[in-house]
């Protein structure tokens, strides 16, 4: 049998819920169904979240897949859920029930992979957090979510909150910060070979269906470069400001300008809160006064002097910086001097937002019209 769309579909309504009686395809179980040469990813879609049959299901059209097309076909399957809708108002009203209390929303972005974008979002939330501020973090890293592991949460399911009548997803808290992720619902071990409709998908719904309550700062690691996820976040949320994170190379420093002027183009037209330079310099935990540039000095500050940016940090090259986010336990909990950069990190930010705010107009959601 070919592998295709139709063939994949046939064959996945062999798939019987039995709870239901029927297979999962005429239930509606299955969605975004792509197929690419020897890939299929698709989403199952829940009615209602604690399904006690979603695993066995999940695992039978794996196995009956493989059993028909190859075990060489590598099968992705996102478990999601949702709940029925009334009608188009309705709809519309749940596409912000989750974020509407949310003061500040806050994207952490990288014209480049491997910057320690993660590593900034995750400290920066918990130094907020330890300044009394109410934080949600939200890893919007889909194919490569590093949060379950930098806050030690790792294997954890998020609980489900019915909130005016619709199921919302319940953030883990850890560290004082509510944190949601992909991570939580995939196995780690597994590549996730979606193509951007899914992974939107799937971003969308921790977006608007997390339960993230009252918060003053919404931060979203994105991923690096500029792509889907971060067209949708901005079509999304009005997303108040930007972050961009870079290290002092002028390899990095050339992508970052990318992610500048992504954000701040014409019909997007997101504030630039501000750059944050990670690695600024090594320096070794016991010579705490020895600075090493590695990768260049002062890179950042000079990008931010030239596009008349605020520079927000400068942060050093420790290992103790790497030992939290490894270990699960970020160092801005810690009142050690890497720990003290991320603090100060936390006032240059609130700065910024407090005259963002005070000057500029709220940030529009972005719309984009087809003829």
């Given at each position: 049998?070919?592998?295709?769309?139709?063939?994949v579909?046939?064959?996945?309504?062999?798939?019987?819920?039995?709870?239901?009686?029927s297979?999962?395809?005429?239930l509606?179980?299955?969605?975004?169904l792509?197929?690419?040469?020897?890939?299929?990813?698709?989403?199952?879609?829940?009615?209602?979240?604690?399904d006690?049959?979603?695993s066995?299901?999940?695992?039978?059209?794996?196995?009956?897949?493989?059993?028909?097309f190859?075990?060489?076909?590598?099968?992705?399957?996102?478990?999601?859920?949702?709940?029925p809708?009334?009608?188009?108002?309705?709809?519309?009203?749940s596409?912000?029930?989750?974020?509407?209390?949310?003061?500040?929303?806050?994207?952490?972005?990288?014209?480049?992979?491997?910057?320690?974008?993660?590593?900034?979002?995750?400290?920066?939330?918990v130094?907020?957090?330890?300044?009394?501020?109410?934080?949600g973090?939200?890893d919007?890293?889909?194919?490569?979510?590093?949060?379950?592991?930098?806050?030690?949460?790792?294997?954890?399911r998020?609980?489900?909150?019915?909130v005016?009548?619709?199921?919302l997803?319940?953030?883990?808290?850890a560290?004082?910060?509510k944190?949601?992720?992909?991570?939580?619902?995939?196995?780690?071990?597994?590549?996730?070979?979606?193509?951007?409709?899914m992974?939107?998908s799937?971003?969308?719904?921790?977006?608007?269906?997390?339960?993230w309550?009252?918060?003053?700062?919404?931060?979203?690691?994105?991923?690096?470069?500029?792509?889907?996820?971060?067209?949708?976040?901005?079509?999304?949320?009005a997303?108040?400001?930007?972050?961009?994170?870079?290290?002092?190379?002028?390899?990095?420093?050339?992508?970052?300008?990318?992610?500048?002027s992504?954000?701040?183009?014409?019909?997007?037209?997101?504030?630039?809160l501000?750059?944050?330079?990670?690695?600024?310099?090594?320096?070794?935990e016991?010579?705490?006064?020895?600075?090493?540039?590695?990768?260049?000095?002062?890179?950042?500050?000079?990008?931010?002097?030239?596009?008349?940016?605020?520079?927000?940090?400068?942060i050093?090259?420790?290992?103790?910086?790497?030992e939290g986010?490894?270990?699960?336990?970020?160092?801005?909990?810690?009142?050690?001097?890497s720990?003290?950069?991320f603090?100060?990190?936390?006032?240059?930010?609130?700065?910024?937002?407090?005259?963002?705010?005070?000057?500029?107009?709220?940030?529009?959601?972005?719309?984009?019209?087809?003829r």
């Amino acid at each position: 049998m070919k592998l295709d769309k139709n063939n994949v579909m046939a064959i996945l309504g062999k798939v019987i819920h039995p709870e239901f009686g029927s297979d999962i395809v005429s239930l509606g179980f299955v969605e975004n169904l792509n197929v690419d040469e020897q890939k299929v990813s698709f989403s199952l879609v829940f009615k209602k979240v604690k399904d006690p049959f979603a695993s066995g299901i999940k695992k039978q059209c794996e196995t009956i897949i493989k059993q028909e097309f190859g075990d060489a076909i590598v099968v992705s399957i996102l478990e999601l859920v949702k709940t029925p809708q009334a009608n188009p108002k309705e709809a519309k009203k749940s596409v912000i029930s989750g974020i509407h209390q949310v003061k500040n929303i806050v994207a952490i972005a990288s014209g480049k992979g491997g910057v320690g974008k993660s590593t900034i979002a995750s400290n920066l939330a918990v130094s907020l957090a330890r300044l009394g501020y109410k934080v949600g973090l939200l890893d919007a890293d889909v194919y490569g979510p590093s949060m379950p592991k930098m806050f030690n949460i790792e294997g954890v399911r998020p609980s489900v909150t019915v909130v005016d009548g619709q199921d919302l997803i319940d953030p883990v808290d850890a560290h004082g910060v509510k944190v949601l992720s992909v991570g939580f619902f995939v196995n780690p071990d597994e590549a996730l070979v979606w193509r951007g409709p899914m992974a939107t998908s799937a971003l969308r719904q921790l977006l608007n269906q997390g339960n993230w309550g009252e918060l003053d700062f919404l931060m979203l690691d994105l991923p690096p470069g500029t792509g889907d996820i971060h067209l949708t976040i901005v079509q999304e949320a009005a997303v108040t400001g930007a972050i961009i994170v870079s290290t002092p190379q002028d390899v990095a420093l050339a992508d970052a300008v990318k992610g500048i002027s992504m954000f701040t183009t014409k019909g997007i037209n997101v504030p630039i809160l501000g750059l944050v330079e990670n690695m600024a310099w090594f320096t070794p935990e016991e010579l705490p006064n020895n600075k090493y540039y590695i990768f260049g000095k002062d890179g950042c500050r000079h990008l931010a002097e030239r596009m008349k940016l605020p520079l927000l940090g400068q942060i050093p090259l420790v290992q103790g910086i790497r030992e939290g986010g490894d270990s699960g336990s970020p160092i801005a909990t810690q009142d050690t001097i890497s720990g003290k950069a991320f603090h100060l990190l936390a006032e240059k930010f609130l700065d910024q937002i407090e005259l963002r705010n005070k000057n500029l107009e709220p940030t529009k959601r972005v719309e984009i019209k087809t003829r």
